[in-house]
């Protein structure tokens, strides 16, 4: 069993930035991709960033230029650098890791970008 244990939402003023932490734990062999989605009210989950074990990124349109997506395989920990924050980056953000056939999703936290 493996869990993603988020840290870092909260509320920030347009403008600001936040950095979201997500830790993997458990029995753990191989991340392949580790990676962060974003949902809004009423809208779908939404793919922000992924990254690699070899550190290969990608990014949505709307995020690009501002959050940057990090990852220290030794400690099975990604990390998003999320600056410049938007009203419309507000969503519960979750993190989520690829380890073979295995998907796994974290609880989910907050962030809400507002004056």
């Known amino acids: 069993q493996v869990q993603l244990v988020e840290s870092g939402g909260g509320l920030v003023q347009p403008g600001g930035s936040l950095r979201l932490s997500c830790a993997a734990a458990g029995s753990i062999f191989s991340i392949n991709i580790m990676g962060w989605y974003r949902q809004a009210p009423g809208k779908q989950r939404e793919l922000v960033a992924a990254?690699?074990?070899?550190?290969?990124?990608n990014y949505a349109d709307s995020v690009k230029g501002r959050f940057t997506i990090s990852r220290d395989n030794g400690k099975n920990t990604v990390y998003l650098h999320m600056n410049s924050l938007k009203p419309d980056d507000t969503a519960v953000y979750y993190c989520n890791a690829v380890m073979g056939l295995a998907l796994y999703w974290g609880q989910g936290t907050q962030v809400t970008v507002s004056s």
């Open positions: 990254i690699t074990s070899g550190g290969s990124t």
